[in-house]
C-alpha cells in the first residue's frame, strides 16, 4: 500500500497533529489526495510555543482545518511522577481528548504520524494508541523517517529539515517529579540557547542544574557561545554543566 492508496481506503480522518516533520507530511498528503480531514493539535505544558505556532503555519498555508484542544498534562499523576512509562499515561490522555472532540465532529478514523523508523517496542505512548485504535499511516506504507524528509521537500514543506523535537517532559530525569515550573524554565532556556543560534540540542535538568547537549559540529559555536548562554541560565539553574559527549 502507498500513501495515495491508503486515503483512498480512508477518505475522511481526524489527524493527531504536531507541527513537526511526520504530521506535516501526513497532512499535506491528505489534501493532496482529496481527503476530508482535520488536524487536531493538543495544546499541554509539555509543548513550546513554536511548535504551536509552526502548525498553525503550516495549516493555514495547505488551507486545512485544524483546532487546538487544551489539555492538562499535569492533572495526571502518574504524569507527575515521571515514571518510566509516563509517555503512555500522557498519550492516553492527548489522544483521549482528540478522540472526543473528533466524534463529536464526526470523525471516527484517528491518524498519527509514527512512521516506519520508529521503534514501537521501545515507546511506551505506543500502547496507548494501539487501545485507542490509531492508525500510522506512515508506519503502514513503510514509509521512514528519511524518506518523509525528502517527500517533505519535494512538497516544498518547510518542516522538511526541522529537526526532531520530543515534548519538555522528557528533559525531566525519570523519577524526578515534572512541574509547571520545570518546564518554564526548560522552554525559556532553550529559547534562549535556539536565539543563539543553536539547533538540535537538549537542556536537561538534573535536580536543579542544567545540561547542556548540542551537536557536536556547533561545538565551536559553543565555546564562541559559552558567556551568552550561562549568562541566560544562571538566573534558574544552581549550575550549568556542558556536556562534552555532545548530542
Known amino acids: 500500500m ?5 486515503f483512498k481506503e ?4 481526524a489527524l493527531a497533529f504536531s507541527g513537526g516533520v511526520d ?7 491528505a489534501v493532496k489526495y482529496g481527503c476530508d480531514v482535520k488536524a487536531y493539535y493538543v495544546k499541554s505544558a509539555f509543548q513550546p510555543q513554536f511548535e504551536l505556532d509552526d502548525a498553525l503555519s503550516l495549516a493555514k498555508t495547505l488551507g486545512a482545518q485544524m483546532q487546538i484542544i487544551k489539555v492538562d498534562v499535569l492533572a495526571d499523576p502518574n504524569v507527575v511522577a515521571n515514571p518510566a512509562n509516563r509517555c503512555y499515561y500522557c498519550k492516553k490522555g492527548i489522544f483521549g481528548a482528540i478522540l472526543k472532540a473528533a466524534r463529536e465532529d464526526g470523525y471516527t478514523t484517528i491518524l498519527d504520524g509514527t512512521n516506519a523508523s520508529d521503534d514501537a517496542n521501545d515507546r511506551p505512548g505506543m500502547k496507548a494508541l494501539q487501545e485507542y485504535q490509531v492508525l500510522s499511516p506512515l508506519r503502514l506504507c513503510g514509509i521512514t523517517k528519511a524518506q518523509v524528509r525528502e517527500l517533505s521537500r519535494e512538497a516544498g514543506l518547510f518542516t522538511w529539515q526541522k529537526p526532531a523535537y520530543a515534548c519538555l517532559a522528557t528533559r525531566i530525569k525519570c523519577g524526578e517529579e515534572i512541574t509547571e515550573e520545570k518546564l518554564k524554565i526548560t522552554e525559556m532556556a532553550e529559547n534562549h540557547i535556539s536565539m543563539l543560534g543553536f539547533v538540535d540540542f537538549r537542556v536537561r535538568m538534573e535536580g536543579n542544574n542544567a545540561r547542556v547537549q548540542v551537536k557536536k559540529e556547533q561545538f565551536r559555536h559553543l565555546d564562541v557561545m559559552r558567556g551568552e548562554i550561562l549568562s541566560g541560565l544562571r538566573p534558574y539553574y544552581d549550575k550549568i554543566i556542558f556536556d562534552s559527549e555532545g548530542r
Open 2 to 6: 502507498n500513501i495515495e492508496d491508503f
Open 23 to 29: 504530521s506535516a507530511y501526513l497532512l499535506y498528503a
Open 10 to 13: 480512508n477518505p475522511k480522518v
